[in-house]
């Protein structure tokens, strides 16, 4: 179950980081693939707090 935690935190920092580097861009091109990673990560993020959930309730 910690590793499935680790992954939630580094998949929320790496989604942050693409969205810090998504509103600092100003190449439009730039700002649309950084916010397709940020939204990207936090799917994973989500996906992984769900697979804790569902191991959790088993």
């Known amino acids: ?10 998949l929320r920092k ?3 980081e693409a969205a ?3 509103d ?5 091109t730039k700002r649309e693939m950084y916010d397709r990673l940020h939204r990207h ?5 989500d996906e992984v707090e769900q ?3 569902t191991s959790k309730a088993k």
């Open 1 to 10: 179950m910690k590793d499935y935690q680790a992954s939630v935190e580094k």
């Open 14 to 16: 790496d989604a942050a």
């Open 20 to 22: 810090l580097i998504r």
């Open 24 to 28: 600092l861009a100003t190449d439009k």
């Open 41 to 45: 990560f936090n799917g994973l993020a």
């Open 51 to 53: 697979a804790m959930a």
